[in-house]
């Protein structure tokens, strides 16, 4: 029954979109992190979405991969910043908090349609198991 | 006349069939709206319909029966027949192809070769042709009509079973 793939295709969307989510919230959350004593500071992560065809012509999606930005780091000017270099620059992540806030309103956006989508494929298998008995 | 009616229902079960297919196409454009270069797909469902049923209502006059006048409006009016890309079916030159493995259509299923690809009418930075709206719409309007298949058979069977109780 075809509508019942409905709530395979809209699952695997709805579980990417949330670890779309887990991303934007973990960069968010090392948006202001500094670099540790290695130097080396958070790069922010972005997922890639890939779609996996089926031969009956669903095709649901998966993250293929986590990539890293590979901006450069903030450098803040902080002289009395314990972790600031021999110029007086503290070294931050490269997360881009604008772009990761459009990243969070698209990505919940389109859990909801998703959502809403199986919602709708539910009350249709249910009018259809109720079919001939009205 | 008992015939004719479990034709009918018959008839609507096909129609039920490519209508659940179709919600799980327009299922998977709403899923991968944000994967980049992915084109948005559909198919035809006039075509799909006539080539379930062989009742094509383009070509044939309707013939005498209750039932038929509201099919045809049903089939006719999809929005999936002028929503599809005009550019023909897709050719498959590859054994990975979508529609390439899946062979001949049997019954109600969907042939994957005649799906067809929308035409984006705002294309996006990453080639994704999918219209979120559109295809909101298109699913809205699809589980309607799935519902109305569902009303059809019901009142075939209503009507069938009154006339077999004679009440």
């Known amino acids: 029954m075809s509508l019942m793939k409905v709530f395979n295709i809209s699952g695997s969307a709805v579980s990417a979109q949330s670890q779309r989510l887990n991303v934007v919230a973990s960069n968010l959350a090392n948006a202001e992190a500094v670099a540790g004593p290695d130097g080396q500071s958070y790069k922010a992560r972005q997922v890639v979405f890939q779609s996996t065809p089926a031969p009956d012509g669903s095709a649901g999606v998966r993250?293929?991969?986590?990539?890293?930005?590979?901006?450069?780091?903030?450098?803040?000017?902080?002289?009395?910043?314990?972790?600031?270099?021999?110029?007086?620059?503290?070294?931050?992540?490269?997360?881009?908090?604008?772009?990761?806030m459009v990243n969070m309103i698209s990505a919940s956006r389109s859990y909801q349609n998703n959502v809403e989508v199986m919602n709708t494929a539910r009350a249709l298998l249910q009018k259809t198991l109720q079919m001939g008995q009205s | 006349m008992s015939g004719r009616l479990t034709e009918s229902i018959d008839f609507h079960g096909r129609a039920l069939l490519l209508r659940a297919e179709r919600q799980k196409v327009i299922a998977s454009n709403i899923a991968n709206a944000d994967t980049p270069r992915y084109a948005a797909r559909d198919f035809d469902f006039r075509a799909a319909l006539a080539e379930a049923t062989g009742y094509d209502p383009a070509s044939r006059p309707a013939p005498a029966g209750g039932a038929a006048p509201a099919v045809r409006a049903a089939a006719s009016a999809s929005p999936g027949a002028?929503?599809?890309?005009?550019?023909?079916?897709?050719?498959?030159?590859?054994?990975?192809?979508?529609?390439?493995?899946?062979?001949?259509?049997?019954?109600?299923?969907?042939?994957?070769?005649?799906?067809?690809?929308?035409?984006?009418?705002?294309?996006?930075?990453?080639?994704?042709?999918?219209?979120?709206?559109?295809?909101?719409?298109?699913?809205?309007?699809?589980?309607?009509?799935y519902e109305a298949g569902l009303r059809?058979?019901?009142?075939?069977?209503?009507?069938?079973?009154?006339?077999?109780?004679?009440?």
């Open chain 1, 63 to 100: 993250v293929s991969t986590i990539a890293e930005d590979a901006a450069p780091p903030k450098r803040v000017f902080e002289p009395g910043h314990p972790m600031a270099d021999a110029q007086g620059y503290v070294t931050q992540s490269n997360v881009n908090v604008v772009e990761e």
């Open chain 2, 82 to 145: 002028g929503a599809a890309a005009p550019a023909g079916t897709v050719a498959t030159t590859h054994a990975g192809h979508l529609g390439a493995a899946a062979g001949a259509a049997t019954g109600a299923r969907v042939d994957t070769t005649a799906m067809r690809y929308r035409v984006a009418e705002q294309p996006s930075l990453d080639a994704n042709t999918v219209d979120l709206d559109r295809e909101r719409a298109n699913f809205a309007d699809n589980a309607l009509r």
């Open chain 2, 152 to 167: 059809f058979i019901n009142g075939s069977v209503r009507t069938l079973l009154s006339a077999i109780r004679g009440e």
